[in-house]
C-alpha cells in the first residue's frame, strides 16, 4: 500500500463534529498546523452537502474528513484547477475499490457510480492578494451505510462488503496527494485532460433542466471552461456557459 | 465577461466549428462569427440542416478573414470618485460575493469598522469553491461597493479603505 507523504501524517479524529471544514478553519486559525494536517470524524452533524447521510447513521459509515494544503502556487483564478485535482483523487481512491465500475466526475466535482452520487468535496479557500494561502478541503464518501435516498450510493451498496475506515484513509489521502503534488509541480495540463477523461457525458447529448424556467432540454457537453464552467453546445448550434445554478442533470 | 473569457470563448469557438455564437450575460452581448469551413467537422448535426437556413452570416462574411470576428457590446457602470489616500479592494475572481459567514451572521464588516491586516472581509464563491477573502492593509472600512449575494466580476471594487 502507498503512505502518503504528508497528508494525514497529522491527523486528528473526533468522535463527532458539527462540520470537518469548520473545525479545522477554527483550529488553523488558533494554531500553525503543517500542510496535509487532516481532521477526520465518526460522525459529523451538520456537513454542508450531507449527500442524504442519515442522521442516525451508526458511527464510522462514511469517510468525513477535511484536510489542509497550502497551494500558494495556484492565482485565484486557476482554483478550479484545485477542484480538480481533489476530484481526480477522490475518483483514483473509489477506482482502486471497485475496480469493475466505471466512476466518473460529475460536474463540478461529484463522484458519480452506477448514475448515483458516492462523493461530495467542498473547497474553502483563502485568499492573500491574488493567490490562494490556505485551502481546506472537505470530502464526504458514502462507505458503509445503506442509502436510502435515491440518487446516493455507497460502498456497501455497490459490493454488500463492510470496510475499515482506518484502512482506507491512508489511500485515500496519498490519491489526493498525488494529485496536488502533480498541480505543485506544475503539470496543470495533465490534470486538465484527466479530468475531462473521467468527465462524466462529455461530448454527449445530455438531458437538462433549467432551473429557471424548469424546462428540460437536450445539450451536448462539449468542455469546461477555466474556471470551470460547463460549456454546452445547443442543437440549433449555439453555445452557451453554463454556471453552476443555472442547470441541473435530469 | 472579462477578457480571457472572452478569449477562451473565440479559442472554443474556432476549434468546435460552429458557424456562430450569440451569448447575453445581463447588459453584456458578445457575437463571434467563424469563417472557416474546414474545421466545421467537431458538431455532425450541422451538416443535417439546410446550409441557407443554418448559416445566413456566413456567406456574407469576408471569406478569406483567419480570425473569428468579435463584436462586442458592453456597458460599465462609472466608477466612484476616490479621494487620494482611500484604497480600492478589488476582487481578485470571478463569483458571488458573500458579505455574512452564514445567512443568519451578521456581516464580517460594516462602514467604518476598523480592520487589520489578514481579516477576512467576504467570502466570494465560484463553482463550489469558496474564498475569504482578506485585507491586505489594515485602516478602516469608508464604503462597501457590492451587495450581498450579488455577482462579482475580475477587479471589481468591493471595498473602499482609508489605511491606518
Known amino acids: ?175 489526493l496527494e498525488a494529485q496536488y503534488l502533480q498541480l505543485k509541480s506544475n503539470k496543470k495540463e495533465a490534470v486538465k485532460k484527466d479530468y475531462l477523461k473521467h468527465f462524466y457525458g462529455l461530448h454527449q447529448e445530455v438531458n437538462f433542466t433549467d432551473t429557471l424556467t424548469q424546462e428540460s432540454f437536450i445539450a451536448l457537453i462539449a468542455g469546461v471552461t477555466e474556471e470551470g464552467k460547463l460549456i454546452l453546445q445547443y442543437p440549433e448550434g449555439v453555445v452557451r456557459f453554463i454556471d453552476l445554478k443555472e442547470v441541473r442533470f435530469v | 465577461m472579462d477578457l480571457k473569457q472572452i478569449q477562451e470563448l473565440i479559442r472554443f469557438v474556432s476549434k468546435s466549428g460552429v458557424s456562430e455564437v450569440k451569448l447575453e450575460q445581463g447588459d453584456f452581448k458578445i457575437t463571434i462569427k467563424t469563417t472557416n469551413e474546414d474545421e466545421k467537422k467537431f458538431f455532425p448535426q450541422q451538416y ?56 443568519d451572521k451578521p456581516p464580517f464588516v460594516q462602514v467604518g469598522d476598523k480592520i487589520v491586516k489578514g481579516q477576512v472581509l467576504c467570502v466570494i464563491e465560484a463553482m463550489k469553491l469558496f474564498n475569504e477573502i482578506e485585507a491586505e492593509i489594515s485602516g478602516t472600512i469608508v464604503k462597501i461597493l457590492a451587495d450581498d449575494t450579488s455577482p462579482v466580476e475580475y477587479d471589481q471594487p468591493l471595498f473602499l479603505v482609508e489605511p491606518s
Not at chain 1, 459529523?44 to 450531507?50: A, D, P
Request: charged share 15%; hydrophobic share 40%; proline share 7%.
Open chain 1, 1 to 175: 500500500m502507498q503512505t502518503p507523504l504528508f497528508t494525514g501524517t497529522h491527523r486528528i479524529h473526533l468522535q463527532e463534529v458539527g462540520s470537518t471544514n469548520t473545525y479545522l478553519k477554527e483550529l488553523i486559525a488558533s494554531k500553525d498546523l503543517s500542510e496535509g494536517s487532516a481532521i477526520t470524524a465518526s460522525h459529523q452533524s451538520e456537513g454542508r452537502g450531507q449527500l442524504g447521510a442519515e442522521w442516525n447513521a451508526e458511527p464510522d459509515s462514511n469517510i468525513t474528513t477535511s484536510i489542509l494544503y497550502h497551494p500558494k502556487f495556484l492565482l485565484a483564478e486557476e482554483q478550479f484547477l484545485l477542484s480538480r485535482a481533489v476530484a481526480l483523487g477522490v475518483r483514483e481512491f473509489i477506482q482502486k475499490l471497485l475496480p469493475d465500475e466505471l466512476v466518473q466526475i460529475k460536474w463540478p466535482n461529484d463522484i458519480r457510480v452506477l448514475g448515483k452520487k458516492i462523493s461530495g468535496i467542498l473547497i474553502e479557500n483563502s485568499l492573500a492578494g491574488n493567490f490562494l494561502s490556505t485551502s481546506v478541503i472537505g470530502i464526504g464518501i458514502n462507505i458503509n451505510e445503506a442509502m436510502r435516498l435515491e440518487t446516493a450510493i455507497s460502498l456497501h451498496d455497490i459490493t454488500g462488503r463492510y470496510y475499515n475506515l482506518e484502512e482506507l484513509y491512508p489511500v485515500l489521502f496519498s490519491c
Open chain 2, 48 to 103: 443535417m440542416m439546410p446550409q441557407g437556413m443554418m448559416m445566413p452570416q456566413q456567406q456574407s462574411a469576408p471569406a478569406a478573414a483567419p480570425a473569428p470576428q468579435i463584436v462586442i457590446a458592453t456597458e460599465t457602470p462609472a466608477a466612484a470618485p476616490v479621494a487620494s489616500t482611500e484604497v480600492i479592494i478589488k476582487s481578485p475572481m470571478i463569483g458571488t460575493l458573500y458579505r455574512k459567514p452564514s445567512p
